[in-house]
């Protein structure tokens, strides 16, 4: 099922927490940005029909109605199953969602991160939990109901009992699908930077210790079993029937192409992306396009996956040594011609995931 990822890079404000090439910029920029990502679609040369798209960021439920009409209607596509547009909370109105509908998005994510206000306020979120609450029930009155919402365990200040309010919320919306990551110090974004320098600036100083986060992530993943919303990704949780069509893809190996500032793209066996900043993106820089790895992605994309992989013979002996080695230390499940990562190998996937890396 090959889809389409298409990014926005702008926003009101950058989110202390963000490491991505993102963030506030001039009226004239994004008219330029437009203009060079319209042009890029309409000259990308088309091997196979999208089913899906997803409009990434940033924040592109900030993208004027008559561009997003312009973007979609440059894909060649004939019936996309699923069209994705990620928001930020309050950046919603009535018209805008009935007009989205129009469009055919047809699912909604949600960057809540946090139903706590003062957790919300030391990352620079403006929303509060009405804000979100109000944006659910205007997306299921114009008839999108699969809506995804994001959380975040391990952001300052964040504690059990805050936590557990959060996940209190998010039984009262009732989404078919969510999203829990988990906090990474990152020098990219401010508040990573700022952790690692010891200081106290974005709430630095009351990052919660990584073994509340880990436990914070996981009563996440027993609260949402109880809702019926079950783990199919490390990351990512969803009714039966409601996984996300366009991430799964990723995790699938399936191709997708992407288009817009830092976009990347896979088509079975290359990947390749766009230039991640804005100046050198509307100058047209592309990463040359690099063979894959096939076995080595399978592993390490496709065990993300709740259902595991079944390997190949040529990758059982190419990776035995690994295969055994964490199986030995309970991280790895066999079940016939399955592998699978064990529960209490989820939050120690990338050190697992990247031992077979040049294996």
């Known amino acids: 099922m090959p889809g389409v990822y298409i990014s926005y890079p702008f926003c009101t404000q950058k989110c202390s927490f963000c490491n991505f090439a993102s963030g506030v910029s001039t009226a004239e920029a994004k008219h330029s940005y437009h203009a060079a990502l319209l042009d890029e679609i309409r000259r990308h040369r088309w091997l196979w029909e999208p089913q899906t798209v997803y409009f990434g960021g940033g924040t592109p439920s900030l993208m004027p109605l008559p561009q997003l009409a312009e ?5 060649p596509a004939r019936c996309l199953r699923e069209v994705t547009l990620e928001c930020a909370p309050g950046t919603l109105t009535a018209e805008m969602v009935a007009q989205w509908r129009c469009l055919g998005i047809n699912r909604v994510s949600l960057g809540v991160q946090s139903f706590i206000t003062e957790e919300l306020r030391q990352t620079g979120r403006r929303h509060t939990a009405a804000t979100v609450e109000s944006d659910v029930a205007l997306l299921r009155a114009a008839g999108i109901e699969n809506i995804n919402v994001d959380l975040i365990a391990g952001l300052p200040g964040q504690t059990r009992a805050s936590w557990e309010t959060s996940l209190d919320f998010l039984e009262r919306l009732k989404p078919p699908h969510a999203s829990v990551y988990i906090f990474e110090i990152d020098e990219d974004s401010r508040l990573g930077k700022e952790a690692l320098l010891g200081g106290v600036r974005y709430g630095a100083s009351i990052l919660p210790s990584e073994d509340l986060t880990a436990e914070l992530y996981e009563r996440a993943v027993e609260r949402l079993a109880e809702l019926g919303i079950q783990r199919y990704e490390i990351s990512n949780f969803a009714e039966p029937g409601r996984q996300s069509l366009h991430n799964l893809k990723y995790w699938n190996l399936q191709p997708y192409v992407g288009f817009g500032l830092d976009a990347s793209s896979f088509d079975g066996t290359r990947r390749w992306s766009n230039a991640d900043t804005l100046e050198a993106y509307l100058k047209g820089s592309v990463e040359a396009p690099s063979p894959t790895d096939a076995s080595e992605e399978h592993f390490f994309v496709g065990l993300r996956l709740s259902d595991g992989i079944e390997p190949t013979e040529p990758e059982w002996s190419r990776f035995a040594d690994p295969i055994a080695k964490w199986i ?10 399955r592998l699978r990562l064990s529960d209490r190998a989820i939050l120690l ?4 995931l990247q031992d077979f890396i040049n294996a």
Do not use: C, F, P, Y
């Open 349 to 352: 996937s990338n050190e697992i």
């Open 328 to 337: 030995g230390e309970g991280m790895l499940e066999q079940n016939g011609q």
């Open 71 to 75: 973007l979609l209607s440059a894909i």
